[in-house]
């Protein structure tokens, strides 16, 4: 149980154009989603929480209008990352978590985006 | 975020050998996991320590948390080639549901 996928696995986008990549708890209802940044060689670091229903909360520094998170249901969660330009290239994963107040999260296989 | 310190940043070992990885965190904590990351994929939940507790086992894994010290090991026995990856530790220091990476260890497993 607790499966977490990511579509897609990797994308490669020209300079300028958005890309969606969507989070989704398989087996389980995610009250709270997760997505991280990840540059290579280096850890993890959160970007925005978000909630079902609700405005994703973004953490200092992290643009809400270039990566836009849509928390619809509680089996899906999307980031968009738009007008993205080479220094968005990253890997991006996201977590689920299905209990309110606690810190257990479930991590999808991330995606990676490079962008020319 | 702040990011905890993990040390060795690396880490290279024959296969059969123990591992040792360190973790030091800020500021109080409920609870602090261990997660394993092969590379370019997703993260495995390893084990899970509560502030209450010293010391956890789980197969080969054995985890101490130090609260005093802000600190904590993760003690990997009797290594072989398929424990290659990074290992990250993280916390709640973030908050309710945050989880606060450190910059985590490359451990290699030399046959």
């Known amino acids: 149980g607790a499966v977490v996928s990511q579509h897609p696995s990797w994308v490669i986008c020209k300079s300028g154009t958005s890309v969606k990549i969507e989070c989704r708890s398989l087996d389980f209802q995610a009250t709270t989603m997760f997505w991280y940044r990840q540059f290579p060689k280096q850890s993890l670091m959160l970007m925005a929480t978000s909630n079902e229903g609700s405005k994703a909360t973004y953490e200092q520094g992290v643009e809400k209008d270039k990566f836009l998170i849509n928390h619809a249901s509680l089996t899906l969660s999307t980031l968009t990352v738009t007008s993205a330009h080479p220094e968005d290239s990253s890997f991006y994963i996201c977590?689920?978590?299905?209990?309110?107040?606690?810190?257990?999260?479930?991590f999808g296989p991330g995606t990676r985006l490079t962008v020319l | 975020s702040q990011q905890g310190e993990e040390d060795p940043q690396a880490l290279s070992i024959q296969e059969g050998e123990n591992a040792t990885m360190n973790c030091s965190y800020k500021t109080s904590i409920n609870n602090l996991q261990w997660y394993r990351q092969n590379s370019g994929r997703g993260l495995v939940h390893l084990i899970l320590?509560?502030?209450?507790?010293r010391e956890k086992h789980s197969g080969r894994l054995r985890v101490t948390l130090d609260t005093s010290k802000k600190s904590s090991s993760l003690l990997i026995t009797a290594s072989r080639a398929a424990d290659t990856a990074s290992y990250f530790c993280?916390?709640?220091?973030?908050?309710?549901?945050?989880?606060?990476f450190g910059q985590g260890t490359r451990l290699t497993i030399n046959p």
């Open positions: 993280a916390t709640d220091e973030g908050g309710a549901q945050k989880l606060v």
């Open positions: 320590i509560r502030s209450n507790e």
């Open positions: 977590s689920a978590s299905s209990r309110v107040g606690f810190n257990e999260q479930f």
